[in-house]
C-alpha cells in the first residue's frame, strides 16, 4: 500500500517515539486554564493529547505521544492565558521520528 493510500491515522501509527520520562518538553499549568474560555488546545492538538475532566473541568496534558507540531503553542499564545509555560523540543535523541513522512 502505498503512502497516499493510508490514513492519517495508518501514517500516524508508523512513528516512533523515544520519550524523555523526566524531562516533558511541554508544561502546562492547569490553574491558568480555568480563564481560557475557548481552551482550542482541546480540539487543535493532532495527538489528542489535552483532555479536559468532564466533572471538575480541569485540563489534563501528557506530552506522551507528542507530534512537536507547535499548534498548541501558537492557540495558547493567542488565547493570552499562560497555559503552556514551556514549549521546546525534546532533548537530543528524544521526541518523535516520523516514519512516513
Ligand atoms: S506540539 Fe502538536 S502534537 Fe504536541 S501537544 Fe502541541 S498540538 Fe499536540
Ligand atoms: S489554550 Fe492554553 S490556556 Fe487555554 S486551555 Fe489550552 S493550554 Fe490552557
Known sequence: ??????SVEDLLSCNHFNTDEKNPHIIVNP????????KPCLTCCP?????QDSSS???HFDHL???????C??????MGNGGITQW?????SFGVQYRCG
Do not use: F, N
Not at 65 to 71: H, I, K, P, R, S
Open 1 to 6: 500500500m502505498s503512502k497516499e493510500d493510508m
Open 31 to 38: 490553574d491558568s486554564c480555568t480563564g481560557c474560555k475557548v
Open 47 to 51: 495527538a489528542q493529547l489535552y483532555k
Open 57 to 59: 473541568g480541569i485540563v
Open 65 to 71: 505521544g507528542c507530534l512537536e507540531c507547535g499548534t
Open 73 to 78: 503553542r501558537l492557540v495558547c499564545q493567542e
Open 88 to 92: 521546546k523540543y525534546p532533548l537530543h
